[in-house]
């Protein structure tokens, strides 16, 4: 009876964490619509996102502090609820970083990152990272979370190209130096996110190996 509670618990566990990773796809995915279209209305959408972000850390912490107090969880078990607890401060950081791009955006004005499409491939490939660890972790998926950790080098060469492409803006058109620097920043933000989605696969790996490689 009391492993039947405790199964229920890891259930409820995965689909807390499911939502929480939908969250920073929903936030990440706004952020980089804004972006593009030069939307600061949009952009001021990613703040409340990230709000239900930290509601939804709070929970799952309280989730897996109440089952390590009343449960006896064996090793694995233990692994798994230590990987979620270190999961949710990066998804964490992940919302927070998206609400962090968000700002800039709104001081954009009406500019946008149409043109410069690395920058909406990096968003993309940084919000794949994060679904595919959370679902590396839901399924207990070594090979996924593997996957993960090697598609971070994807966003950092992304990252590069972007960097080449404003130094070239800058070079052409001085006067395009706070904007091309804005959307720096807003690069360096999304590789940042790609570093907590390998994170996360990370972690996975620990709750199914017991090894930790960070």
Sequence with gaps: ???????????????ELIVMGALCEQAIGTVAE?????????????KAIDEEIDRK??????????????????????RQISAALKMITDMERIGDQAEDIAEIVGHLGSRTA?????????????????????????AQDAALAEAVIAADDGVDRYFDE????LIGVIAANPEDGEF?????MIA???????DHATNIAEWVLFSITGEHEG
Excluded: W
């Excluded at 972007?162 to 492409?165: E, L, N």
């Design 1 to 15: 009876m009391v492993r039947t509670n405790f199964d229920g618990q890891i259930a409820r566990l995965n689909e």
């Design 34 to 46: 804004a972006l593009v279209a030069g939307d600061a209305e949009l952009a001021m959408q990613v």
């Design 57 to 78: 850390e709070r929970d799952i912490e309280a989730l897996c502090l109440k089952m390590l107090l009343q449960q006896q969880p064996v090793a694995r078990d233990l």
């Design 114 to 138: 149409d043109e410069h499409v690395h920058i909406r491939e990096m968003a993309a490939a940084a919000s794949k990272m994060v679904t595919g660890s959370v679902d590396a972790y839901v």
């Design 162 to 165: 972007v960097k080449h492409g």
């Design 180 to 184: 091309a620097l804005d959307l720096l």
């Design 188 to 194: 360096k933000y999304f590789e940042r996110i790609g």
